[in-house]
């Protein structure tokens, strides 16, 4: 499995452009994760080239944030789906702040795609979701971190019109 | 004014390490904003030197937007008093997700200090305020971006344990 490339589970290097060459480009429903698909999700976390140490295993974990996350209604965790498969995933949240005239904002991490579908616009198509609901819950800034390593990632992000304007530092407490 | 450096509104580089050379460093309290603080959150924010283009005027828009993160527990905006004055801010996140089998992180933004007292540990206070924070509310994890010209603020996280890990992409909607 690959992804389309974000800070929390740094992802694989996401499809190069191929909407020219690609005419087999799939049509997915984006849509909010629901507890069914939690399996579906962590198996795409943990395929991932950066979080494959760090992801699978026991869902009892998973299932405890994924209830916090469905408490929170400025957190969704979305899922493309296709053919009643879940073939991509991203964390999608909601921040307000004050900073820049009170501007609201969202925030994408953990952006995978399923590793066959590579190259074939379920990336795209999750991110136009998350313009569209970003738009609609009053956010005008999207924003996200990206590992330094994903060069592919990086230049699918600014193909959608992302500027790498700054650099992201974490921190394990 | 100055900054430790941030995301949101991308701050002045902070305070280089001076904990050897600088004895005057006042202990300041850190606590949750109130309405009360918003002017002077507000100054802080304009007059940074990336925000003053984009920050301060009118309160309005910066009132419904407190209104909104009161609204969210997830949401805090730490200011630092010194003598009954804001002499610091920064906006503390709390983002609940299921990568890292189901991680809890803290996300910092718009940290800013008054350029007066640079240099003489506000920012070091307010960010052992969010690492405190943080742990209490179950994060593992602590995230921030900074505006890649902000070499001083850099430096000044990666003093603080930070690694420059990721690269940190914006879009305006």
Known sequence: MSAA???????????????AEQPDRPEVTVRA???EDLEAIVGLLAHDGL?????????APYAAAFARMVADRNQIQAVAELGGQ??????????????????TRAQIEGVRTLSTLRGRGIGEQ??????ETARAKGATLV????????????RFYER???VASHTGFKKEL
């Open 33 to 35: 994760g629901r507890i």
């Open 143 to 154: 924003q996200l971190t990206s590992d330094t390593s994903r060069g592919n990632a990086h």
């Open 5 to 19: 490339g974000s800070a929390s589970g740094p992802p694989e290097p996401p499809e190069p452009s191929t909407h």
């Open 160 to 162: 959608l019109g992302f």
């Open 86 to 103: 879940v073939v991509g995933t991203m964390q999608f949240t909601i921040i307000h702040g004050l900073s820049r005239r009170g501007t």
């Open 126 to 131: 999750l991110f136009a979701w998350a313009f």
């Open 51 to 59: 979080g494959r140490g760090r992801d699978g295993g026991d869902l």
